[in-house]
């Protein structure tokens, strides 16, 4: 169960960003789930006439063609979109949200985790607060520069990996309580062929504009 009295959502932008820089110093960059990762939650936000509409998705890792589990909440609209504070818009939402789910191992959070400027983005936010395993994937580069091997690098550090699918590219990077190797490699596991999102993404985009 979140917490959220003890994690107070800031409502500035001054407050985000010291919350960031405390967030920060929490995301633990390696494995730490002791369990086969089987339930791949995907979630995501809309915005329709001044609400956010925020779905999640859980499937199998093994079954791509089943949903689980899904929830889906709605909510005011509080904070304008400011580049690298998207915890201002959706990190209320998304939490709210997932703690209607039963179970799920990892999340997969639309947006960037350590792929920020501040190391603590969206799904670093998410994933600490909640105490889960999180992936950021963010389909635009908001820092740092892609290396001919396809690695972000920021300051002489890596902090990201790029996909290109369909002529597309997608931004990964660690959100907490998992390595970018494994990050990655559970992207390319939930994506289907052919498609650009990984699958329980996909559908929470989806489904978050229905």
């Not at 390696?30 to 999640?56: F, Q, W």
């Not at 498609?195 to 978050?208: N, V």
Request: hydrophobic share 40%.
């Amino acid at each position: 169960m979140i917490d959220y009295n003890r994690n107070r959502l800031p409502t500035t932008p001054a407050a985000a960003i010291r919350q960031q820089k405390q967030i920060a110093k929490k995301v633990i960059a390696t494995d730490e789930y002791d369990k086969v990762i089987k339930l791949v939650c995907g979630v995501d936000v809309s915005y329709r006439n001044g609400i956010a509409h925020c779905s999640a998705v859980v499937m199998n890792i093994d079954d791509l063609s089943i949903v689980v589990e899904q929830a889906a909440t709605k909510s005011e609209i509080k904070n304008p979109y400011i580049p690298g504070l998207f915890i201002l818009r959706e990190a209320g939402p998304i939490l709210h949200t997932i703690r209607r789910l039963k179970c799920y191992d990892i999340l997969l959070v639309d947006g960037n985790g350590l792929l920020h400027p501040r190391r603590c983005g969206l799904a670093c936010h998410i994933g600490v607060i909640a105490d889960k395993p999180a992936i950021g994937v963010a389909k635009s580069l908001l820092c740092g520069s892609v290396r001919d091997d396809n690695y972000v690098e920021l300051e002489g550090e890596i902090i990201g990996y790029r996909i290109a699918k369909a002529h597309k590219s997608l931004y990964v990077s660690i959100g907490h309580k998992v390595s970018l190797n494994s990050a990655v490699s559970t992207i390319e596991r939930v994506t289907k062929k052919g498609e650009w999102l990984p699958e329980p993404l996909r559908l929470a985009d989806t489904y978050s504009k229905l």
